[in-house]
């Protein structure tokens, strides 16, 4: 090359952060570069993606112009370009190995639905992956959950072990493919195969370890058992088609899976695996048959069919005719439904040679992870299960399916202001944005993991100015749990290479993360209901003074009673501290936490509050359902428990929900959490006009005293459940405003809030207020960890 030709070339580098591994962007970028006709590499680094580019000023800044509009499923966070000496002079664009030289913060990928490219091949006849239960390109397909290390390279992944035959080979390096530098590229000669098993009884007897072999050499350890069907994918449609339940393996984990048109298979469901009335959610082919048996709008088909693919809670239709879902038996004395459209190849074949809904449901025990082998699933649910449907590829991180639900509020362009996350999980990254204060030049970023609540845990990692938020990991009630929780909280430690010696902890004494603290760790404790305010302010990037309204279930207070129906006040000039501007009054708790389970005790206390002695007067189901049990002494041995000295005292919403379906008769004793407010959500729907009952506030303590009594009243005189329900929710819309008359700004946050119908409430009634909602962040206690993050940046 002459001397003024290379006089005439500019180098550049690039560093990228953000959504850039496991998304196909180095192919996205060695296609613009040559495009451009630019010379030099890109590579995945510890960091993200660094780029070197060599050629004219006209051509890189074509090149910079694209390079700033990424594929969808990717987002650029940090883009930092340097003019660079141009030495050495490069003779091409290559896509080189990674480098790891630098401290690891690169993001790991998600896990994303099958693309529509893929989709169109996996049905195509004539295509060599047709009916391919494992087909990607770099659009698609298993990330988070197959990954062992950064970067995400394929020997960092479960695809190690399938060595790509010639024709895919071909494909991985040529530029012009959608799979070009995939990682997890395969075809039926070199890629994972499924298998299926039923006659589970015989796996027993088989004298076999099964749960400590990995999913990738089960088939060789037991291939000469010939206990696995010929035509694995027939022998499940087969069996589905018979009503049978099978266990099925997905991306992040098993689920259980029927015939949900069949009322004995979903019963039998219910009755194997224990779960009398919570919910289940159904898997439809498609967006058509989806409408088919819920009012689907058009954001939540936009969701439905997202890169995310999450489970979408909705207004259930009810027919009568004969193909119709079988809604009392899917999600009993509920209008919703849980929707989710199929995300994997595998859900596409079974869904589509059926043509029928799915029963689907993860495959766990109640309250414990996700199972992800073959071994455990034998092992916990060979009872629960008549098949399963599985494969060779190791799940290496377990996940769960994220849930959400639409808020409904009107005028909303965007679907993110109309979205609620209620379970974040698969689809979701882990890399997400904390605002940071402002550092002195000198002082570094403090690493620490906040490990969140009790129920629906979550742990947030922060290192070097990055907040990684775990899925959700479910409820640390069990030693599963637990031993799930702590190893996805060292996979992400291992993965970043961070040490970790401070810890920020919820205030509640018996919280299992208490288990974690070690001599050598410094601890934070932060009030459950203030990260709970904490994290609607870190989502939304609150910096003015903020009233929040915090209404849940249960949460350690200050004074060591429980909390859960706060307003607290919150100024960014004292961001660490609050002020508990008014809550509920208290009521106990009737033999303490079995009060929680079996809600006839809420309904009695509120009635004891409300009635005092008059309430051996008072006639309701709940009063003859505990005399039938306890016997007619009953009443006055609660009301012992009511007048005791050391009776434990709440002021919690979610009790609150609980005690009035107790009341009412519609839930006498709760098989699932939230199961008594659910049921009151759905009633209300079906009311006419509401009318606030009467509350009084006396300094700053909200006395529902009198909203009792006129509930009673009103059960007496034969006012509907659905009025009833719908008069008090919009009794707690209005107790709000009361409180929040003088403010300005409003954060709304907790479990009680995953109510859709009490947040459009509330924001009608603080129409003329600024109210911040929860978007991406749960309201419910899968956020804690989060608003725990923002206050150790603080301290």
Known sequence: MSKNKIQQLLTYEFHLQGIVQGVGF??????????????????NDTQGVWIVAQGKEKQLKAFIKD?????????????????IPTNPIYQD??????EQNLPLSATIPADIALCQDCLKELFDSNNRRFGYAFISCTNCGARYSLISTLPYDRQNTSMAKFKMCKECQSEYDDPNSRRFHSEINCCQVCGPKLFYADNLKQFKSLNIPLGEIPDSTLYEKLESKNIFHSNPLQAAIKDLKKGKILAIKGIGGYALVCNALNIQAITRLRERKHRPTKPFAILCKDLEMAESYAQLNANEKTILTSPISPIVLTEAKRFNTQDSLPLDCIAPNLNTLGIILPYAPLHYLLTYALNLPLIFTSANLSGEPIIKSFGAIIEHLGEVCDGILFFNRDILNPIDDSLVREYGLKNQESILKNLQVLRRARGFLSDIALPLPKKKSNEESRNFIALGAQQKATFCLHFRNKTLLSPHLGDLDNLASLDNFTATQQLFCDQYKTSLNTLVLDLHPNYTQRHLIRQTTQTHFVQH????LLSNIAENSIDCEVLGVIFDGTGYGEDGKIWGGEFLKWNPKKPLEFSRFAHFDNFALLGGEKAIKDIRRLGLEMLFSAFGENYTRLDLPLIESLKQEFGENALAFFYKLHQADDKILCDSVGRLFDAVSALCG??????????????????????????????????????????????????KNKISLSQIALNFHYTLAQMIAKIAKDSTCIALSGGCFQNKLLTQLTLEALRDKQVFLHHLIPCNDGGISFGQAYYQCRV
Request: charged share 20%; net charge positive; hydrophobic share 35%.
């Open 666 to 715: 519609v839930c006498l004793k709760t098989n699932y959490e939230g199961e008594g407010g659910m049921i009151l959500e759905s009633l209300a729907t079906k009311g006419a006009k509401p009318k606030s009952y009467p509350f009084t506030i006396r300094d700053n303590t909200i006395l529902w005293q009198s909203l009792i009594q006129d509930i009673y009243n009103d059960l």
């Open 67 to 83: 390079l700033k509009n990424p594929p969808n499923v990717a987002k650029i966070t940090h883009f930092n370009q340097n003019l």
């Open 26 to 43: 180095r192919p996205f970028v060695y296609r613009i570069a040559t495009q451009h006709k630019l010379k030099g590499f890109v590579c």
């Open 529 to 532: 209901h203030f990260a709970h």
């Open 93 to 98: 664009f290559i896509i080189k190995q990674s």
